[in-house]
Each structure stands twice: as C-alpha cells, then as structure tokens.
C-alpha cells in the first residue's frame, strides 16, 4: 500500500509539473522553440538573398574583365579571332546562364504569411476557454507560425537550390576560362616562338 501511495504522490507532482511552474517553464521552452526556429528560417532567407547578390556581383566583375581582355586579345592576335571569339563565347554563355539563374534567385517567391493580428486575436479570444495551461497557449501560438515558417521553409529551399545551380555554373566557366586560357596561352607562345 506505501508504494501505491507513493506513486500517487508521483502521479500527483507530475500533474503539478504541468499545471503549476512547471507548466510556465514548459511554455516558455515551448514559446522560444518555436520562435527560434521561425526566426531562424527568416534570417536565411536574408543570407540566401545576400549570397545571390555577392554571386551577381562575381559574375559582373568577371564579365567587365573578360570583355577587357577580349579587346586586348583580339588586337593582338587577328589570325586566331575565331579561336578567341569562340573561346570567349562559350565562357559568356555560361555565364550568362548563370547570371540568370543567381537573379531569378532574388525573385521574392510566394509564401504564406501569418494572419493579421486582428484576425490571430478574434480567434484567441474565441477558444480563450479551450487553454487549460501556459503550455497549450504555447502549443497554439507555435501551431500559428508552423504554415508560414513550412511555406519559409520551401521558398528558401528554391532559393537555395537555385543559388546552388548558379555557383555549379560560376565553377563551370572558371573551368572553361582555365581551358580556353591554357590553349590561348599555348598559341601565343608559339606565335612568339
């Protein structure tokens, strides 16, 4: 029987666990949590939209240096401006492709936003009652952020992936430019030679 009653007394600190302190302590995890994470896919998007700008930026910089050179290239070596035109060509194609890829990535894509307050409030008050604890009031306001930050979450996702592409592509043409440098540069010393 002293077991059973000390189980009960178990049964009954659990049950003020989450009615009494216990239940603010849960409902201030459960607030931060939620909160925290919907910030969290926030602030990614900021730093996803940052890296498609520093992406466009590398890749007006890179275009400006190539057309430059181009110039450069072209007077000095007149017999080989179709090797050069084509070198050059195949370089600005992919990073054309690029450029556009990183700007579609700065599109402000559709996502779902929360309620207005006014609306989040009228519906607070509506099932005031239903809330038995600090925590269920956590539980609810998590659940009021929980679309938006999932609609977040898949636009940065977008972003991301496209961002991705367009990084794979900048790789691409440093590659090709590399390739098209080494060949040029072989027929410019055997010009010289």
């Given amino acids: 029987m002293e077991k059973r009653g000390g189980e009960d007394a178990e049964s009954a600190r659990g049950n003020n666990f989450c009615t009494g302190e216990g239940s603010e302590h849960i409902a201030s995890v459960i607030l931060g949590l939620g909160e925290m994470s ?3 896919e926030d602030s990614r998007y900021s730093a996803l ?5 520093h992406i466009l930026t590398c890749l007006s910089i890179m275009s400006v240096a190539l057309i430059s050179l181009l110039g450069i290239l072209l007077d000095a070596l007149r017999d080989y401006s179709l090797v050069i035109g084509i070198a050059f060509l195949s370089v600005f194609a992919v990073l054309l492709a690029s450029f556009v890829i990183a700007l579609i990535a700065q599109f402000r894509f559709h996502y779902k936003e929360l309620q207005s307050p006014a609306k989040i409030g009228e519906y607070t008050h509506s099932v005031e009652s239903e809330f038995e604890s600090k925590a269920e009031v ?3 306001y998590c659940n009021c952020l929980e679309e938006s930050q999932e609609s977040l979450k898949k636009r940065n996702h ?3 992936s496209l961002i991705e592409v367009a990084t794979i ?3 691409i043409a ?3 430019l590399v390739v098209w ?3 040029i540069g072989s027929i410019v010393f055997s ?3």
């Fill in 38 to 40: 919907y910030r969290m």
């Fill in 49 to 53: 939209l940052s890296a498609s700008a």
């Fill in 138 to 140: 956590a539980r609810y």
């Fill in 158 to 160: 977008k972003i991301s």
């Fill in 169 to 171: 592509l900048l790789v």
């Fill in 174 to 176: 440093v590659g090709i």
């Fill in 181 to 183: 440098a080494l060949i």
């Fill in 191 to 193: 010009h010289l030679v």
